[in-house]
């Protein structure tokens, strides 16, 4: 559609250009005949088609972002993305700000946020204060830390965390201050393989009951969360199986997401591409959940992960940033 948008104005210039050469300059002030107007289209049809295509161009963009605005959506909206390490990552949109599994950490192998970073979201200083919408996918100290979240939450009474009954119960037992930020907390646990939809602020959620993988974390409350903040859907699984049989029946395929961020052994294993290809379908993929690694096994992962997915980001640096731009057309 922009290509004929751009294509019809270039006849449309080139057309009045030569009607110009052909009429007669009037005086400066005075009005163009009506019968002078017609005949741009009675010597100019091309102008005439093209301008038929121009004016219809413009009201399919002005359908587009009347039905954008009718949704909540804005005219036009950038989405930044920052890596807070492991699974990991803010982003923001508008005035809509998003955390998930963002305060974690040190934990065993895996990649924390900067000692800076964590304090400034414990304190709730910029820009982790404000309106915010706070997501924790499971309990694994490398997704979560009772004391910072609880911090964080204390910090920023504009935050609300949706979370799982077992993040819950473990803020419950583990955050003195508990008391004071429970109005700040929606619990929702779907049943396994189910799902559950919620807004919180401008943001639409639908979360999902994944199975962690590994029999013996079959008990453990794994979520994941397809999030819709301006114009944008955005997946992210947590540690979920990456099986067919695992995310088949959600049929995300049909959620038409713009970014997913998944686990990084997705897209190094044959049925976990598969599941990403047949029942995930994402615009662009964010591989995340690397552990720290040499420089030549993360040159390693990442030329393997292009191998597949040659338009595929890796989050393997700390506060990372990746950003889109929302192209109506």
């Known amino acids: ?10 006849v449309i210039r080139f057309s009045f250009s030569a009607y110009r050469l052909q009429t007669p300059k009037t005086e400066t002030g005075s009005l163009v005949s009506t019968q002078r107007r017609m005949s741009v289209k009675l010597k100019f049809p091309k102008c005439q088609q093209h301008l038929t295509i121009l004016f219809a161009v413009l009201a399919c963009s002005h359908l587009s972002f009347s039905q954008a605005e009718a949704n909540g959506m804005p005219r036009s909206s950038g989405l ?14 508008g005035k809509q700000r998003v955390l998930i599994d963002a305060l974690h950490g040190p934990y065993s192998e895996y990649v924390s946020p900067p000692a800076h970073e964590l304090q400034a979201m414990q304190e709730g200083g910029f820009p982790y204060n404000g309106p915010e919408l706070v997501l924790v996918t499971h309990t694994h100290g ?26 819950v119960d473990a803020i419950k037992r583990g955050f003195a201050g508990y008391d004071r930020i429970r109005s700040q907390i929606r619990e929702v646990t779907p049943g396994l393989k189910q799902r559950q939809s919620l807004r919180v602020g401008g943001a ?3 979360v999902l009951r994944l199975w962690h993988g590994g029999e013996e974390f079959y008990a453990l409350e794994n979520l994941g969360y397809v999030i819709r903040v301006g114009s944008w859907t955005l997946l992210h699984v947590g540690d979920a199986d990456s099986t067919e049989e695992n995310l088949r029946n959600f049929h995300l395929e049909r959620e038409r997401i713009d970014i997913a961020f998944l ?9 976990g591409r598969t599941v990403v290809r047949a029942h995930i379908r994402p615009k662009h993929i964010i591989a995340v959940h690397i552990p720290n690694a040499s420089v030549s096994e993360l040159q390693k992962v990442s030329r393997d992960i292009k191998a597949s997915f040659p338009n595929s980001t890796i989050f393997s640096a700390l506060m990372q940033k990746q950003q889109f731009v929302w192209h109506p057309f």
């Open 80 to 93: 930044e993305i920052t890596y807070l390490g492991n699974e990991g990552v803010m982003f923001s949109t």
């Open 142 to 167: 490398d997704h979560f830390n009772v004391r910072q979240l609880g911090l964080h939450l204390q910090h920023n009474r504009f935050a609300v965390l949706v979370s799982s009954q077992q993040v």
């Open 204 to 206: 639409e959620i639908t």
């Open 263 to 271: 686990p990084f052994w997705y897209l190094l294993t044959s049925e």
């Open 1 to 10: 559609m922009l290509k004929q948008l751009i294509a019809a104005l270039t």
